[in-house]
C-alpha cells in the first residue's frame, strides 16, 4: 500500500516536471514575453499540473495471484528490500513538510494581523495618495518599523503597512510606492499570493513547481509596474522606487504578502519597464493556439507513458475503521524503526521468523450470506516480542473478511527471526485462504 502510493507520487512528479519543462520551452519558442500574456499563461500551466490526477488513464495495478494460506518470508539481498520501511519514512518527511510549511505560512499571517495593530496611521497627504480605479474600499494606510518595504494584504479590508522610512522619500516616490500597492489591492493580489502559497507548502518538494510559483509571482509583479507607469506617466520615478526599496531591504518579504520587490527579481522587471515588450492581438491568439495545442500533446503522451494507478484490490472495500487504521500505521511504523531499528529481509544472515501459535479468522456474517470466498493478502511486520505489527491489507476481500483477518493475525505469536544471533523485525507476507464449507 505504501508503495503504491508513492510510486504513483513519483510517477506525478515526473509528470509535473515534464509538463513545466515543456510549457516553459514552449513560451520561449513563442515570445510570450508581454507580462498580462505571461502571468496568465503561467497560471494556467499550473492549474494544468494541478488537475493532471483528473485526466489519468488510472491503469489497474497488478496483483499477484496467491494459492491457498501460507506465511511468506520473501528472500532479498540485505539493503535491497525495504520498500515499506523507506516509503514510511518518506510518507513522514513529506507530510511533515507540508505541515510545517503550512504551520510557517499561519504564522505569517498571525504576525500580519499584529503589525496591523501595532501600527500607526500614516500621514501621507492626500495629494500623494493615488485614488482607486474601482469600487473596492479604500485601505488603511499604517506605519510600523518593523518592515522595510511596502506590504499589502487582506481582501475585505486591506491593509498598506509602510516603513516608517517612507515619510522621508522623494513625494514622486511616494506616489509610485502607493501606486504599485493600491494596484495589487485592485486586482486582489493577496488571496492569489496566499493560494500559490499553499501549494507551494503542499507540493514543497518539487522544484519545478517551486519555480514556476516564483515565476507567475514575477509576472504579477511586472504586469502591476507596467499598469503603474501607465496610470502615472512616470517611469523614472517608479524606477528610482524600486531602487530605493531594493537598498533598504535587509530582509525577505513574507510568503503571505505580494512584495513590493524580491531582490531576485529586480533585472527582470527593471528590464520589462526599459523594453516595453507588447504583442498584437493576432499574435497573442496565434501564439496561445500553438502552444495549447503542442502543451495538450505533451501532457497526452505524458500520462500515457507514465499513468497512475489505481489502489491495489481490496483496498476501496476496507471500512472507515480500517481507513482510521493508517494514522496508527504511520505512528507504529517510527515507533518500530525507534525501538528495533531497520525493517530486515530474510537472507543474507537474516533467519525467518517462525510461526508458534495461529488463531483461525471466522467468517462475518455479510460474507457468509454473500458467500465471498477467495484469498486476503496481509503486509505484516515480526517484531522481536514475538507478536505481528504494522498489518496492512494488500489485497482484500471486504464483507468484513480482512477485518477479520488482521484481528487473527494480531493474536499470532512467533518465534522472532535472528541476525546475527540478535532478534531483529522482518517482514512477511500472509495469504489467508477464505473457503465456504
Known amino acids: 500500500m505504501m508503495s503504491w502510493w508513492l510510486g504513483n507520487l513519483f510517477d506525478y512528479s515526473l509528470q509535473v516536471m515534464l509538463l513545466i519543462t515543456a510549457g516553459s520551452l514552449l513560451a520561449v519558442a513563442f515570445r510570450l514575453r508581454e507580462p498580462r500574456v505571461r502571468l496568465a499563461y503561467r497560471q494556467t500551466l499550473l492549474a494544468c499540473c494541478l488537475l493532471l490526477p483528473l485526466v489519468q488513464p488510472w491503469r489497474e495495478s497488478v496483483a499477484t495471484p496467491a494459492p491457498d494460506f501460507t506465511l511468506v518470508a520473501p528472500v532479498e539481498a540485505a539493503g535491497n528490500g525495504q520498500e515499506d520501511s523507506w516509503s514510511s519514512v518518506a510518507a513522514l518527511v513529506l507530510g511533515g513538510g507540508a505541515v510545517l510549511r503550512l504551520l510557517w505560512l499561519g504564522a505569517g499571517i498571525i504576525r500580519l494581523r499584529r503589525l496591523r495593530k501595532s501600527a500607526r496611521r500614516c500621514d501621507a497627504r492626500d495629494e500623494r495618495v493615488p485614488v482607486l480605479t474601482t469600487g473596492i474600499a479604500a485601505p488603511q494606510l499604517l506605519v510600523t518599523s518593523q518592515v522595510d518595504g511596502p506590504v499589502t494584504f487582506g481582501w475585505f479590508r486591506p491593509v498598506i503597512l509602510l516603513p516608517e522610512s517612507f515619510a522621508d522619500s522623494h513625494p514622486r516616490t511616494q506616489s509610485a510606492v502607493l501606486s504599485h500597492e493600491l494596484v495589487h489591492v485592485e486586482r486582489r493580489d493577496w488571496l492569489w499570493t496566499v493560494a500559490e502559497e499553499i501549494i507551494r507548502s503542499l507540493l514543497w518538494f518539487h522544484p519545478a513547481v517551486r519555480w514556476l510559483i516564483s515565476r507567475i509571482q514575477l509576472a504579477r ?19 528610482r522606487a524600486l531602487v530605493e526599496i531594493t537598498k533598504a531591504c535587509a530582509a525577505p518579504a513574507l510568503p503571505t504578502v505580494p512584495a513590493f520587490l524580491r531582490r531576485w527579481h529586480l533585472k527582470a522587471r527593471v528590464q520589462t519597464l ?29 500520462v500515457s507513458y507514465l499513468p497512475l494507478h489505481k489502489a491495489p484490490q481490496g483496498l476501496e472495500n476496507l471500512e472507515l475503521d480500517e481507513n482510521g487504521a493508517s494514522a496508527r500505521h504511520l505512528f507504529n511504523l517510527l515507533r518500530g524503526w525507534i525501538l528495533h531499528g531497520t525493517l530486515e529481509r530474510v537472507g543474507n544472515g537474516v533467519s525467518a521468523p517462525r510461526l508458534l501459535n495461529k488463531v483461525e479468522p471466522v467468517y462475518s456474517e455479510e460474507a457468509r450470506e454473500a458467500k465471498v470466498q477467495g484469498t486476503a493478502v496481509l503486509k505484516v511486520e515480526v517484531w522481536p516480542d514475538g507478536k505481528a505489527h504494522n498489518i496492512r491489507v494488500v489485497r482484500g476481500l471486504g464483507s468484513g473478511l480482512d477485518e477479520k483477518a488482521v484481528k487473527a493475525v494480531e493474536q499470532w505469536e512467533f518465534e522472532p527471526g535472528l541476525k546475527d544471533g540478535e532478534p531483529v523485525r522482518v517482514a512477511a507476507t500472509v495469504e489467508m485462504n477464505f473457503r465456504m464449507n
Open 274 to 302: 526599459l523594453e516595453e515588450v507588447s504583442m498584437t492581438k493576432s499574435r497573442i491568439v496565434v501564439s496561445l493556439a500553438a502552444v495549447a495545442i503542442l502543451l495538450a500533446a505533451t501532457g497526452v503522451l505524458t
Open 221 to 239: 509583479e511586472q504586469v502591476v509596474d507596467r499598469e503603474v507607469v501607465n496610470r502615472t506617466g512616470d517611469r523614472e520615478a517608479y524606477l
